[in-house]
């Protein structure tokens, strides 16, 4: 099984999500979260004075799939949040040890 998590710009969460149905997933959490990268935050104009924003606003996406699914989720992300500049997010994909439905008691990819 694999733990993904995607940090992708907000504009882009239905766009993500509307593929991830097509391909069948199920289920997400999604957060709303603040950070920066090589882009170190921004600066913004308001009434005439200048100021930095060192936290961009994003979003968080994190899904448990079988192995099997890896690659079209991974794909499936980036194709709809990639827009060419800087700031477009990231997709990290872990090993997931084990997943346990609580209500069941399934465990393994059943339980996702």
Known sequence: ???IIAI???S???????ALKTINIAGMTVSEVQGYGRQ???NEIYRGAEYTVNFIPKTKIEIAVDDSAEDAV???IKST???GKIGDGKIFTLDLKEAIRIRTGETGSSAL
């Not at 882009?12 to 509307?18: D, G, I, P, S």
């Open 1 to 3: 099984m694999k733990y």
């Open 74 to 76: 991974v794909s499936a």
């Open 40 to 42: 170190m935050g921004k």
């Open 12 to 18: 882009k969460l239905e766009a993500v999500h509307e």
């Open 81 to 83: 949040s990639e827009t």
């Open 8 to 10: 992708i710009q907000p």
